[in-house]
């Protein structure tokens, strides 16, 4: 099922998210949605927070492939990168944003099974723009400018 994706100015942007504690039917049918909302919209990523649900769970499709990240943490976050963003919460704008060039993040998947992965690139800059969102934090605090996309 397509979700709505919620756009800036709603508080549930702004929230830090609680743990997923059930690995459950509801993770699950909510997992799926988010898939079917990201690949509807294009994006590169979706968090929970952006179709209204603030929990930590966020998904990536990139080069790399398409995957779920339950309960993220960095392990650790080096070097630099500077390049563009855009959010689905922050329709029709763009942003230059400094991120690490690679990060290492634990998380778990939707069987509550654990796993650890390096990404780097773009694939780390979609893990730190998700992991923002679950801590209420969005592209455009930290952009170096916001401005209107081309598309
Ligand atoms: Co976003």
Redesign the pocket.
């Known amino acids: 099922m397509i979700r709505e994706i919620v756009q800036v100015g709603d508080a549930v942007l702004r929230k830090k998210c609680e743990p997923v504690a059930r690995f459950d039917g509801a993770l699950c049918a909510l997992l799926d949605d988010m898939k079917a909302t990201l690949e509807k919209a294009e994006?590169a990523?979706?968090?929970a927070p952006?179709v209204g649900v603030p929990v930590r769970a966020v998904v990536v499709n990139v080069e790399e492939g398409y995957f779920e990240f339950i309960n993220p943490v960095f392990v650790w976050q080096k070097g630099e990168q500077v390049g563009t963003?855009?959010?689905?919460?922050?329709r029709g704008k763009a942003g230059t944003v400094r991120r690490p060039s690679k990060v290492k993040i634990v998380f778990q998947d939707r069987k509550g099974d654990r796993y650890a992965l390096v990404a780097r690139d773009f694939f780390a800059r979609a893990i730190c723009?998700?992991l923002?969102?679950l801590d209420g934090i969005?592209?455009t605090d930290k952009a170096e400018e916001v401005r209107d996309a081309e598309d």
């Open positions: 994006g990523g979706l968090a952006q963003e855009g959010c689905l919460s922050v723009h998700e923002d969102h969005l592209y």
